[in-house]
């Protein structure tokens, strides 16, 4: 099989392969506890032929009971991507059922522990629909265990006091993704106990501004624009943040798509700065 480490493909280059050995397809759709949704009921409806179920809050450190799926140890994402059949040699393609939202968080977390054969259904499962390709239903079959040894890139991560010393440094932009009344303070947050506002000195980039109407990317040339207008241009390494750490993944993907270096995320997000009472907060 032709391996890509492109960031993202179309429905057309994934339908193509469906069925290739090598090939590993995950659903990796998170809905917000706010929306009602059951991402395994959905994914168990409809998915991609050959598809497995991407667990973006099963992914993460059981030990943070406080905030919500934050990355695991190597060892356990070791165990975790076997369970779920990745060799050394897959070629992972992740989408997710809203087009573009919790994806990226899973080509993240594969970058993280040194898996690069991955890519991101543009547009996703609606793209996948469009396009009229078929899908399954069920559960799929379990899948052999991988091979899968983790390279773990910690450069790709920010906790919190990184956050706290890059605010007197300033040597790092830190992009929030978050809606603008909550990067504002003009609406509440949705977790109960967490402040409104941002980080001091961040700036805020909505994910949805790098999508077009269909959630897939906006063309490499807009999103460098849209990222020029919020100071990334590459002469400075970028963190992403948000309200848990997935749509800060977005950003972070589309920097990828525009050919920029893909920065770090800032792993405890929102979540973590907003309700913490020794961490300062601007709004």
Known sequence: MSHTSSPLVDPAWLAARLGQTD??????????PNEGRDAVAVFTDQHIPGAHFFD???????????????????AAARELLRELGLNRRSQVVV???????????AWFLLKLFGHDRVSV????????????HPTATGSPTAQPHG??????????????????????????????????????????????GVRG?????????????????????KPPGELRRILAQSGVDGSRAVITSCGSG???AVLTLAMVVAGLPMGAIYDGSWSEWGSRSDAPIET
Not at 156 to 181: M, S
Request: net charge negative; aromatic share 10%.
């Open 95 to 105: 989408y997710d059922q809203k087009g573009t939202f919790s994806a990226p968080r």
């Open 197 to 217: 506002g941002h980080i001091p000195g961040s700036r805020n980039l909505p994910f949805g501004e790098l999508l077009d109407p269909q959630s897939a990317f």
């Open 23 to 32: 090939l590993l397809i995950f659903d990796a759709t998170y809905y917000l």
């Open 56 to 74: 973006v809050d099963d992914f993460a450190d059981p030990a943070e009971t406080s905030l919500p799926h934050m990355v695991p140890s190597p």
């Open 147 to 192: 091979d899968f040894e983790p390279r773990y890139r910690p450069r790709l991560l920010r906790g919190f006091g990184d956050l706290l010393d890059n605010i007197a440094g300033g040597n790092e932009l830190v992009l929030d993704a978050r809606p603008p009344a909550r990067f504002n303070a003009t609406a509440p947050e949705p977790r109960p």
């Open 121 to 132: 259904l543009d547009g996703g499962l609606p793209a996948w629909r469009a396009a009229q």
């Open 246 to 248: 997935i749509s800060a």
